[in-house]
């Protein structure tokens, strides 16, 4: 079974709409950890936020905020006034247990941002 | 220099060739790692090296090889693949391989071709 969902397979916005990456997840552990990453057309994956599994304090990094919600598997992702740099592939990601050396990523969502 | 450096950037080679992709972190990590990116799946970790031993082989064809020689330098080696192998080749880095929470560096990739 897939452990990350990415529902969204693509995205287009116009520039300056908000927007939201869904990231659903599944685990049995009780210490975990979530990932998002952006991978812009040259490829690279940028690490954009990690957030532990205590901790559901929702954060905001400039245009950027995360919504970690435990009782529906969510770490929903939303870019507002978005821009054409925002265009990329979103990774959503899993890790199980301090110890695991296995990432388990979504499929990825593309966005593309209309100027 | 970016942290995470991957050579060659493409590649294109026979089924009978044998190349080897590179990879080399500046980051003063521990642990490097090899995923395989396909169009419209998840990315796939292949191996995993943490202090240059190889922890993590996720059941992958023998015509993939790797090599870590020392903790900035991973290599994967390549004989006889078949054209289901085309795919991105991303490397990362990471503090320890063996800390869940540890957020990996990607390299922008090789993207790989078989004829």
């Known amino acids: 079974a897939q452990k990350v969902t990415q529902a969204q397979t693509e995205i287009s916005v116009v520039e300056k709409e908000d927007v939201t990456l869904d990231c659903v997840y599944e685990?049995?552990?009780?210490?975990?950890?979530l990932f998002w990453y952006k991978q812009p057309p040259s490829g690279e994956l940028v690490f954009l936020i990690r957030?532990?599994?205590?901790?559901?304090q929702n954060e905001i990094s400039g245009r950027y905020s995360w919504n970690f919600q435990k009782s529906t598997s969510s770490f929903n992702f939303t870019i507002t006034a978005s821009q054409v740099v925002d265009s990329a592939v979103y990774f959503c990601?899993?890790?199980?247990?301090?110890?695991?050396?296995?990432?388990?990523f979504g499929t990825g969502t593309r966005l593309t941002v209309i100027p | 220099e970016t942290g995470v450096t991957q050579t060659p950037r493409h590649l294109v080679m026979g089924m009978t060739n044998k190349k080897s992709l590179k990879c080399e972190q500046h980051?003063?990590?521990?642990?490097m790692y090899w995923y395989k990116q396909s169009a419209k799946k998840p990315l796939e970790l292949m191996f995993v090296y943490s202090l240059e031993e190889r922890v993590e082989n996720n059941s992958v064809p023998s015509r993939f090889s790797p090599e870590c020689p020392n903790s900035s330098h991973l290599f994967l080696h390549l004989h006889t693949l078949q054209p289901e192998d085309s795919a991105l080749y991303l490397c990362?880095?990471?503090?320890?391989?063996?800390?869940?929470?540890?957020?990996?560096?990607f390299g922008d990739g090789t993207r790989l071709s078989i004829l």
């Open positions: 957030r532990n599994s205590f901790d559901e």
């Open positions: 685990t049995r552990d009780t210490t975990y950890y």
């Open positions: 990601a899993l890790s199980e247990a301090p110890g695991a050396n296995n990432l388990f």
């Open positions: 980051l003063g990590h521990n642990a």
């Open positions: 990362a880095s990471s503090q320890t391989g063996t800390g869940g929470d540890q957020p990996q560096h």
